[in-house]
């Protein structure tokens, strides 16, 4: 999404070159899940060695992935892949175990949550693995303050952290800590042109990267307005920020300066900040459980209960990070089992609307939803010791991936269903998306008849 918004951004700088004039451009929804939408298409081949109890020793995986015509973001996800291998114990992720873990199944005869907790990271095990954003401050004329980051508000929050970050950051300049500055406070959306290099919006951790930015700001401001503070603090004693504006306004107009937005600006600091890559070398600890009911008739899915938890370090603002949690988990919900990306022999795209690809509604919330967040320990190389909370936790979903085909090999136990090669009732291949006709396929497109066949045959008697 965030590469492909520049085939647009091309085609609408064109027309403003050769026009001369500014220009908008809107695309009507099919246009924009066709352009916009997409998935990368994969297929891997795997050999997998464990022991006897279910140790997983080793995996062998042969890759291959389909990146389309263009290279865009596709280059990212082999060393994504490899990391989620590296991050648990021989690939113990949560999704990526299920297949490796079933074909385990006719040789050790045992259930695959057996093989799954066998083979989650413990301490020694994780020992293996561990061995640029912008910000301005701008305080106003009439002692408001102006906010730029590079970031884009997304509704992912990145707004209401920034000007927490920079009520924090200012807040030794208050009596009340920076309190009373929240609703001083305007956050500007930034362009090329006032921030420059503002970075990438993109992989969960925009928000804490601009607020570090926005931090060090405030810092270079505290600096700077600090020996004004004591010296009416030591005149007047309390000093409140608007008496100490005020003063910043008087010692400025003796040097007739103004700011970059005329006389309305008093005094701004801008800051870059580039992540050190041990900032961002951190896991991301969640769980999720979930409980789901299928209509063997119609194939249909309702999630009866999810519980989750998940661990955002020091949470810089936890409503956000809830709400960030409860919809990435709502958004995998759809892409495990509803969200089909069809495409034509050409490779155009068919499922191109509402009408045909099926997003989640009110009705895919479960039923009971369960959420909270865990405050791992204090870790300095983090923005504040927090942790992204935007994409990861849509992982969790796939606990409703992972239920839902127990429910189906329930089934498939209660009627004698066998339809993968291998003729059990228990092995099966059940891929992504897990719509209601593969439920239907793989509960058995008979299994109706046999109910129905089962009534009518009535109690089985005996005589002696």
Do not use: C, R
């Given at each position: 999404m965030a590469m492909k918004a520049m085939h647009v951004a091309c085609a609408y700088a064109v027309a403003a070159f050769k026009l001369r004039r500014p220009v908008k451009m809107y695309l009507d929804g099919k246009t924009d899940m066709i352009i916009a939408g997409g998935r990368h298409p994969m297929k891997a081949k795997y050999s997998v060695g464990f022991k006897s109890d279910g140790k997983i020793t080793g995996i062998h995986l042969d890759f291959g992935l389909n990146a389309g015509i263009a290279l865009d973001l596709s280059a990212l996800l082999p060393s994504a892949i490899i990391g989620s291998f590296k991050k648990y114990n021989w690939g113990a992720l949560a999704f990526d175990i299920k297949n490796p873990s079933l074909s385990m199944l006719p040789t050790l005869s045992v259930d695959t949550n057996t093989i799954r907790r066998r083979n989650l990271h413990d301490f020694d095990s994780l020992s293996v693995f561990y061995g640029k954003s912008a910000g301005k401050v701008s305080i106003m004329n009439d002692d408001s303050i102006a906010v730029e980051v590079g970031g884009i508000e997304i509704g992912q929050g990145l707004w209401t952290k920034?000007?927490?970050?920079?009520?924090?950051?200012l807040g030794t300049l208050c009596p009340d800590g920076g309190e009373c500055l929240l609703d001083k406070m305007g956050v500007i959306q930034a362009d090329s042109l006032s921030m420059i290099q503002g970075g990438f919006t993109g992989g969960s951790n925009t928000s804490e990267n601009s607020c570090e930015a926005v931090r060090r700001s405030c810092t270079e401001l505290v600096e700077r307005l600090n020996p004004i503070k004591e010296s009416l603090e030591a005149k007047t004693g309390t000093v409140e920020w608007s008496a100490l504006i005020a003063q910043v306004r008087i010692n400025l107009m003796k040097t007739n300066f103004v700011g970059k937005y005329g006389e309305c600006e008093l005094i701004s600091a801008q800051a870059y900040w580039t992540p050190d890559p041990k900032s961002t070398s951190y896991l991301n600890y969640g769980a999720g459980i979930c409980e789901v009911e299928i209509d063997v008739l119609t194939g249909a899915t309702t999630i009866l209960r999810s519980d989750l938890v998940y661990d955002c370090g020091q949470s810089l603002n936890p409503a956000v990070?809830?709400?960030?949690?409860?919809?990435?988990?709502?958004?995998?919900?759809?892409?495990?089992?509803?969200?089909?990306?069809?495409?034509?022999?050409?490779?155009?795209?068919?499922?191109?609307?509402?009408?045909?690809?099926?997003?989640?509604?009110?009705?895919?919330?479960?039923?009971q939803f369960n959420v909270e967040l865990i405050n791992s320990a204090h870790d300095k190389k983090r923005v504040l010791s927090s942790k992204a909370s935007g994409e990861p936790p849509l992982l969790l979903a796939s606990s409703v991936h992972c239920a839902m085909r127990e429910a189906i090999r329930a089934a498939r136990k209660e009627f004698s269903v066998s339809t993968s090669p291998a003729n059990s009732t228990v092995t099966f291949q059940m891929d992504v998306p897990a719509t209601m006709p593969v439920v239907k396929e793989l509960r058995g497109l008979d299994v109706v008849e046999r109910y129905l066949e089962s009534l009518n045959a009535g109690p089985t008697t005996t005589k002696a």
């Open positions: 920034v000007k927490q970050m920079t009520a924090f950051g990070d809830l709400g960030q949690v409860e919809g990435a988990f709502i958004q995998g919900v759809g892409f495990f089992t509803n969200e089909e990306y069809a495409t034509n022999s050409d490779g155009m795209v068919i499922h191109d609307g509402t009408w045909t690809y099926k997003i989640p509604t009110v009705d895919t919330i479960p039923k």
